[in-house]
């Protein structure tokens, strides 16, 4: 198992509600990227942060915003919660690119479901 | 625009079989090349990590070649058992940090 964490571990929404999920890195890592996977899909990165600013996005609405603390534990807000906002979310942690150990390391993921 | 695909999409073979997964790639520029394991409903693990200057990495029955130059994979799993049974991630790095997945392999490996 990986030191990355991540609440809930599951969760149901109605739509046009917002969400809140977290992460915790494993110790030492300072750079947070956050996916979604759909059901029978690879995850799409949604975006990264590294120390505190965001880091690189993917094509997701602006709907979809996070945070990273000082601690470089991090949060995932969704905004008006639409059907296709159901999905596995991941959480990874790592040393940013070119360090020599900067395999990400997935937490469980958070299964939100969209009613 | 990178994109990153797996074939086949499901595959069920014997256990103790040797088999092999497929990956590929459209865009060359590549730091780094990732082969996960997810379980049901779980997160994803890392197996094999292959960086673009590299050929191929080996840890225990998995063994995960990369050709840039062709935009391929291949994640080869010898005499395989049915705790094997997952779904099998490839992913690329660019070099903005950022990973792209294919949608995966689910294999199957009956006792």
């Known amino acids: 198992e990986t030191g990355v964490t991540q609440s809930p571990t599951h969760l149901i929404k109605t739509r046009g509600q917002q969400v809140t999920l977290r992460c915790s890195s494993q110790?030492?890592?300072?750079?947070v990227s956050w996916y979604q996977q759909a059901l029978g899909q690879g995850p799409q990165f949604i975006f990264q942060?590294?120390?505190?600013?965001?880091?690189g996005r993917g094509n997701f609405p602006p709907r979809f915003s996070g945070l990273q603390f000082p601690n470089y534990s991090s949060e995932l807000n969704v905004n008006a919660l639409e059907l296709d906002d159901s999905a596995l979310y991941l959480c990874?942690?790592?040393?940013?690119?070119?360090?020599?150990?900067?395999?990400?390391?997935f937490g469980p993921g958070t299964r939100l479901l969209v009613l | 625009k990178q994109e990153v695909t797996q074939i086949p999409a499901a595959l069920s073979v014997p256990e103790g079989e040797n088999l092999v997964l497929n990956c590929s790639f459209t865009?060359?520029?590549?730091?780094?090349l990732q082969w996960f394991r997810q379980d049901p409903g779980k997160g994803l693990t890392s197996l094999l990590l292959?960086?673009?200057?590299?050929r191929e990495q080996t840890s225990g029955r998995l063994n995960a070649s990369l050709d840039k130059s062709s935009g391929r994979s291949t994640l080869y799993i010898a005499a395989s058992q049915p705790g094997d049974s997952a779904t099998y991630l490839c992913?690329?790095?660019?070099?903005?940090?950022?990973?792209?997945f294919g949608q995966g392999t689910e294999l199957s490996v009956k006792p």
């Open positions: 292959i960086q673009s200057s590299q």
């Open positions: 110790s030492g890592h300072n750079t």
């Open positions: 942060y590294y120390r505190e600013e965001e880091n």
């Open positions: 992913a690329v790095k660019n070099q903005g940090g950022k990973l792209i």
């Open positions: 990874a942690s790592s040393f940013p690119s070119g360090s020599p150990q900067e395999t990400q390391y």
């Open positions: 865009d060359s520029a590549i730091y780094n």
